[in-house]
Each structure stands twice: as C-alpha cells, then as structure tokens.
C-alpha cells in the first residue's frame, strides 16, 4: 500500500516566481533586498535571548504559590473552616499520617500502576491508528468515523456498562484510562500527519526514500509537535479517567481513599489526595516538555521574538 498524499498540506502558497501584473507582464524585484522573487522584502526574524533557568522556574512557580498564599489567608481569617476546606498545615499533617502508616504509599501505587497501564496502552494504540489514518485513505475511511463517534461519549457515562461487561476488577478501570488517553493522542497523530507538507514526501520520494523511511524520516518528524501535544492531552485526560475509575467501587487507590475520608467527612485526607492529582498532572507535563526539548531541540534554540 502506498503512502497517500490525500489530506496532506501543500504549502507553496501563491506558487513563487516573479510577480505578475493582471495583463500577465512581469515585474522586476524591489531595491529593499528582496531575495525571495516576488517583489516582496522578507521580514527579519529576530531571535530572543535565552531566558535564566532561575527566572524560568521562579514565573513558572509564581502563580501556585500565590494559590497556596490565599489558601494560608483564607484559613488564617476564618473565611473558610476545617470542615469546608482545611487549612494547608491541617492537610500537610495528614498527608504525614497516611505516609507514617503506609496507608499512602500502597493506595498512591496502585494509582500509579492503573494509569501507566492505561496510559501506555492508550497512547500506544491511538499513536499507531493515529498514523495509519493519516496516511492512507482506506484507513481513514475505516478509523475515523468510528474514533469520532467513540469520542464524543462521555467516559462517566460508559463506566457503569463497562462494570457490567468485566466486574469491578482492574480491566475496566484500565480500559476507562485507555480510553480517555488514547483518543486525543489519535486525534493529535493523526492531524499531525495529515499536515506534512506534501513538498517533502515528494523531495524523499525523489531521494529514492521507501514507504517505511519516508514515515520515519519525513512523516513522523514533521509530525512530532502535534504528536507531543496529543501526549500532553492524553496525560492529562488520564489522570481525570482515573479519578472516575477509583470512584466507582474499588477497594484500592487513591480513590478509593477519598472516598473513605468524604464518608468520614475527613476533608484533609480529601484535600491531600487532591493535591498529590494534581502535583502527578504537574509532573506528567514537565515529562513532555522535557522531552519536547530532547527530541525538538531545534524549536527552542531559535524562538522568534513577539
């Protein structure tokens, strides 16, 4: 099967060359330095100075410190009680104590263990799915019609169906969090594919390039930028599905333990389990973005200047 250029993006815009009058005669290039033919001067991309990694981390951390300072005021004042929302002391305490009695640490492992399942499952499939579509018509013709209609349920509303197809085990949490990563790491790779502007599958065909070098060597790295950002999507929506999944009768995971702590009315156990949420989505996306330096470097070595 050959690689199909339906879809792909033709960027060679007004097709170069000189420019033209409406009668057709041409026109001779500008005196501002035009180089690039059509009687237009290009513009100077300047590049902007690296930005200190302390500086960097100082603005990247600024806007959850104020959150944690608002939090201390709000508990401070008495604007809010414990019992409504406990202050931050209150929830580092019994972050302590479940860490002291291990309660933590096993449920925290568990978590981890559905989600990387789920997650690598996921991404795995819409990544592959994701690049036959692109390529070829016969596979966006069978994929992404079915994709888009899977996309569009929502993940709560197939949880009690999938809990009566497989029980209350561990499949269909892992299923739930395939679920929610895999489709917008297929939406993403298959966007991303069909993108690549067809100039350069052309330049590899005439290079000599076979079908499986032209997806690693041209397609894939031309598609990485949008790939990486439906990984980012997929993390993220991961960590949601989770959520959904331990809340729907389980015996083991974080989930799990809020939703003992919230028939206790213990809101600090609840708190706790929402901040370590959110610290893993923290750390699931600094994940990316190093490895969007790692595989791109050379998107971030010369940033234009806005």
């Given at each position: ?55 960097n981390l100082v603005l990247r951390a600024s806007g959850p410190v104020v959150l944690v300072i608002l939090w201390v005021a709000a508990s401070a004042s008495g604007a809010v009680t414990s019992q409504q929302f406990p202050a931050p002391w209150e929830v580092g305490h019994a972050f302590a104590e479940l860490a002291r009695t291990g309660e933590l640490w096993e449920n925290m492992s568990v978590s981890l263990r559905r989600v990387a399942v789920g997650l690598v499952t996921g991404i795995s499939v819409g990544l592959v799915l994701g690049i036959v579509s692109g390529l070829f ?170």
């Amino acid at each position: 099967m050959s690689v199909s250029l339906q879809g792909h993006r033709d960027a060679t815009g007004t097709g170069g060359g000189e420019a033209t009058t409406a009668a057709g005669t041409s026109l001779p290039p500008s005196d501002g330095g035009d180089r690039t033919g059509t009687g237009l001067v290009p513009p100077t991309v300047r590049t902007r100075r690296r930005q200190p990694w302390w500086l960097n981390l100082v603005l990247r951390a600024s806007g959850p410190v104020v959150l944690v300072i608002l939090w201390v005021a709000a508990s401070a004042s008495g604007a809010v009680t414990s019992q409504q929302f406990p202050a931050p002391w209150e929830v580092g305490h019994a972050f302590a104590e479940l860490a002291r009695t291990g309660e933590l640490w096993e449920n925290m492992s568990v978590s981890l263990r559905r989600v990387a399942v789920g997650l690598v499952t996921g991404i795995s499939v819409g990544l592959v799915l994701g690049i036959v579509s692109g390529l070829f018509r016969l596979g966006d013709q069978l994929i992404d019609p079915t994709v888009q209609i899977v996309r569009t349920i929502p993940v709560l509303a197939i949880t009690p169906l999938l809990i009566i197809w497989f029980g209350i085990d561990e499949l269909p949490k892992i299923i739930i969090i395939s679920l929610a990563s895999g489709i917008p790491t297929y939406i993403n790779t298959h966007l991303g594919v069909r993108h690549v502007d067809s100039r350069l599958i052309e330049a590899g065909r005439a290079y000599g390039l076979g079908h499986r070098q032209l997806v690693w060597t041209v397609v894939i790295p031309e598609a990485l930028p949008q790939i990486l950002l439906g990984f980012r999507i997929a993390m993220t929506a991961a960590l949601g599905a989770l959520v959904v999944a331990e809340l729907s009768n389980t015996q083991t995971g974080l989930g799990f333990l809020m939703t003992s702590a919230q028939q206790y009315f213990q809101t600090d156990i609840v708190v706790a389990c929402i901040v370590i949420y959110a610290a893993a989505g923290l750390l699931a996306d600094t994940v990316v973005r190093v490895l969007e330096r790692v595989t791109m470097p050379y998107k971030f070595s010369r940033e234009p200047r806005r």
